[in-house]
């Protein structure tokens, strides 16, 4: 049974940092997108950033230049690195692993909770 397990959101002031951490197990995920989504308040979940195995990165606009997505294929771990977090920013964040071959099945993370705020 597959299993993402999230970590690292929390409370910070604008132009502060978080590290999120999402660890999956159940299967082997080298033929699957890890990355990262967010859903603020009222609004629909976004993409943030994905990754495939080989280390290709994908970024939301708004988030280039201030988040960085890294991938530990061995340990099955996808990080969020987010610098100058703004109050925008503000959402819970879900990882997200979809297998990129036939079936392509989607897994989500429970969500883990960022604020930005001073």
């Known amino acids: 049974q597959v299993q993402l397990v999230e970590s690292g959101g929390g409370l910070v002031q604008p132009g502060g940092s978080l590290r999120l951490s999402c660890a999956a197990s159940g299967r082997s995920f080298s033929t699957y997108i890890m990355g990262w989504y967010r859903q603020a308040p009222g609004k629909q979940r976004d993409l943030v950033a994905t990754i495939v195995s080989g280390g290709t990165t994908d970024y939301a606009d708004s988030v280039k230049g201030r988040f960085t997505i890294s991938r530990d294929n061995a340990e099955n771990t996808v990080y969020l690195q987010m610098n100058s977090l703004k109050p925008e920013d503000t959402a819970v964040y879900y990882c997200?692993?979809?297998?990129?071959?036939?079936?392509?099945?989607?897994?989500w993370g429970q969500g883990t909770q960022v604020t930005v705020s001073s």
């Open positions: 997200n692993v979809r297998r990129i071959v036939p079936p392509f099945t989607i897994y």
